[in-house]
């Protein structure tokens, strides 16, 4: 998702702010641009692709001065070019802005200020507020006032930078994420804290409906309405600067193998988190539990599990539906919501709809300093470390690893979960990795994956094919086993592939049926069990465990499989195409 960043300091700005881009790529992005102040002059460069690609061609890092402003987009509107890409600068080249989010009333806008002798380079939403912004300031001739007289005429969600060419940084924030780096002689806005985290781990979390100003001479944080605010400077994690990808290829391999040890940090510090959290569902009249994409994958696990050994009934709510359907939610209830960063816009609204009835929010969260957190009554971090590839992979395990923790309280300790064989069950899966490498060469030509699971191993089949179409642009889908009869059985033929999750529980037999029924019609089979069958073309053991551990040592060689099967269909692991880490827009 588009990541902005403003600096403001002793050194020259354009390395800085190429640097922090870079660091902040894995939120995913399609092209990069970066504006900066000299002599009160603005100058800008921007370009399609990666942000090393762009800066070879056109040296992003070469441009002047020690002010300035970047950006990695994510289109939303207009296409993918380098008129859209980010900076923005007003007709008169006076102020520059970088934006993340959506400008709801960006067509009214443009309209009346184009009649006013305005004009505009690009397609995007975004370059209204650089010409919103020059009207009022030629009005008022001051940044502050120009800031409060440009927020109160944009409608929708946003966090932008705007750079004036008098030496003076703005910003200001509703409801997408932006946080200022206070170093000794650097200082930052940016999206992300691995924005600036090299120079500084002070940060000020802006709230939101504020706005900063930051020159030379000042720094403040206002509010809406022109009111100074009081802030506070928080230190904030170091380990989240530790992104680098070491022995690895990519990330997204070294955070998939990373599993064995992050299962056993998940919910370290949070042991308090952890008790409130179950005493507070353990007394609640209705539980829900809510996320996006994997995150929403664990909440329906943790509705089979919370059902099985805790005997406590919880509702799943994918976050971008409930706000169709804000009913479902009774008032003064709990709810839990699951977000690796802690920023997805759709959580976001579904927290958001859930607190204006009065419900009380747990949430599992990785980034501690996110905007989930702020908005949580209780917040148990999942301690796994800065997960960098776009697709979920350890955040995954280790959101189960806390809903399991939660299990344990629920049930006064009667329910013992055995992390140690959960960590060695895993390591036994990575072992695994030649024989995925060469069960990912039959994906090559392969253009429909089907996943089938039953009971608990459905949300799992589910999770698998996510991972599937992420990374290998591969159609994928996860299938209840019971379900292939009433349609899917239609779609096999020689030319799909099934993976079949048939542990060797109340599932197995119907299981195996429809797998017999899938390779009777011609389709390769990948069994992922404890025990072999001649139906199945591969076969990929899981070591014979708990069934706890059972659950999470089913999708490591599913995760294993989409990487390696990445790779034979050279795409990048890493960043997916059209895909960002965390989707801060709606
Ligand atoms: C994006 C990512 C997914 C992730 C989802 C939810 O779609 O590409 O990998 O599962 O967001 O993210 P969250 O940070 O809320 O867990």
Redesign the pocket.
């Known amino acids: 998702m588009c990541s902005i960043i403003g600096y403001y300091g002793l050194e020259i700005a354009a390395p800085v702010i190429v640097k922090g881009l870079k660091r902040m790529e894995y939120r995913?992005y399609d092209s990069v641009g970066v504006a900066t102040e000299a002599n009160n002059h603005i100058e800008l460069k921007k370009g399609v692709g990666k942000v090393a690609e762009v800066n070879s061609m056109v040296h992003l890092d070469s441009l002047p001065g020690r002010m300035g402003i970047g950006h990695t987009r994510w289109a939303t509107h207009g296409k993918v070019t380098d008129k859209n890409a980010h900076p923005h600068s007003s007709s008169s080249g006076k102020i520059a802005i970088v934006h993340n989010g959506i400008i709801e009333n960006y067509q009214e806008l443009k309209k009346e200020l184009e009649k006013e002798g305005y004009t505009f380079k690009s397609e995007t939403d975004s370059e209204v507020i650089a010409n919103l912004l020059q009207k009022n300031y030629d009005v008022t001739g001051d940044v502050k006032d120009t800031m409060m007289r440009t927020i109160s005429e944009l409608k929708g969600h946003y966090a932008f930078v705007a750079m004036f060419d008098n030496g003076q940084l703005s910003a200001a924030r509703f409801h997408e994420p932006l946080i200022v780096g206070v170093g000794l002689s650097n200082f930052f806005f940016s999206s992300d804290v691995l924005g600036f985290i090299e120079y500084t781990d002070d940060a000020i979390y802006i709230e939101n409906g504020n706005f900063a100003i930051m020159s030379k001479n000042e720094f403040k944080i206002l509010d809406f309405n022109g009111e100074a605010v009081k802030y506070q400077i928080t230190k904030v994690s170091k380990e989240f600067a530790d992104s680098y990808k070491g022995e690895y290829a990519h990330f997204t391999l070294k955070e998939i193998y990373e599993q064995n040890e992050t299962i056993l940090k998940a919910g370290e510090r949070s042991e308090d988190g952890i008790i409130k959290a179950a005493d507070f569902i353990k007394h609640a009249k209705n539980v829900y539990i809510t996320?996006?994409?994997?995150?929403y994958n664990s909440a329906l696990i943790a509705k089979h599990i919370f059902s099985k050994y805790a005997k406590i009934k919880v509702e799943t709510i994918m976050s971008s539906e409930l706000q169709f359907s804000p009913d479902i939610i009774e008032p003064n209830s709990i709810l839990i919501a699951?977000?690796?960063?802690?920023?997805?816009a759709d959580?976001l609204e579904a927290v958001n709809t859930a607190k204006n009835v009065k419900c009380k929010i747990i949430s599992i969260v990785n980034l501690l300093t996110s905007s989930l957190v702020r908005e949580s009554d209780i917040a148990i971090g999942m301690n796994c470390g800065p997960e960098i590839g776009?697709?979920?992979t350890k955040?995954f395990t280790s959101q189960l690893a806390i809903l399991f923790k939660i299990i344990e309280k629920l049930s006064n300790n009667m329910v013992k979960v055995d992390f140690e064989e959960m960590s060695r069950s895993i390591s036994k899966m990575l072992e695994e990795r030649n024989k995925i490498k060469k069960i990912a060469n039959e994906l090559r030509e392969i253009s429909d994956i089907y996943v089938l699971g039953r009971g608990i191993h459905y949300p799992i089949a589910i999770e698998a094919a996510l991972k599937l179409k992420?990374l290998t642009y591969i159609h994928a889908e996860g299938i209840p086993g019971g379900e292939l009869k009433h349609g899917p059985l239609a779609l096999m033929d020689s030319g799909v592939l099934v993976i079949i999750i048939n542990p060797n529980d109340s599932t197995y037999l119907d299981t195996l049926t429809s797998a017999i029924q899938i390779k009777s019609r011609g389709a390769k089979i990948i069994g992922i069990s404890d025990v072999p069958s001649e139906t199945y073309d591969y076969w990929i053991e899981i070591p014979k465990t708990s069934d706890l551990t059972y659950i999470i040592s089913e999708i490591i060689p599913i995760q294993l499989l989409s990487y390696y099967a990445a790779l034979e269909k050279n795409t990048d692991p890493d960043y997916p195409r059209n895909?960002?880490?965390?989707?801060t827009v709606k």
């Open positions: 995913g996320g996006s994409g994997t995150s699951i977000s690796q960063s802690g920023e997805s959580v776009v697709a979920a955040s992420e895909l960002a880490k965390s989707v």
